[in-house]
Nanobody, 118 residues
């Protein structure tokens, strides 16, 4: 089994920055694509950004130019640097990973709250 543990959420004023981290733990696995999704109250979970094992990134239009996703493959960790935060970025942010354990399985973290005040 693999666990994803997120950290770095919190309360910040509009225009501020936060950095989220998500570490995968377990044994005998490798990770393909990792990513971040978010869900605000009353809305569907939406993609924020993804990064492949080779470093190819993909971003939602709403965060392009403000958020940066990166990963440390040696540490099985993915990061999300969030700058110029807006109240509309307020949501629970979830880490996601496609893990190879014989077959490819999708895992989710428990979520971390990000609140941006105006």
């Amino acid at each position: 089994q693999v666990q994803l543990v997120e950290s770095g959420g919190g309360l910040v004023q509009a225009g501020g920055s936060l950095r989220l981290a998500c570490a995968a733990s377990g044994s005998s696995f490798s990770i393909n694509t990792m990513g971040w999704y978010r869900q605000a109250p009353g809305t569907r979970r939406e993609l924020v950004a993804t990064i492949s094992s080779g470093g190819t990134t993909n971003y939602a239009d709403s965060v392009k130019g403000r958020f940066t996703i990166s990963r440390d493959n040696a540490k099985n960790t993915v990061y999300l640097q969030m700058n110029s935060l807006k109240p509309g970025d307020t949501a629970v942010y979830y880490c996601n990973a496609y893990v190879v354990l014989g077959v490819v399985q999708q895992y989710w973290g428990q979520g971390t709250q990000v609140t941006v005040s105006s």
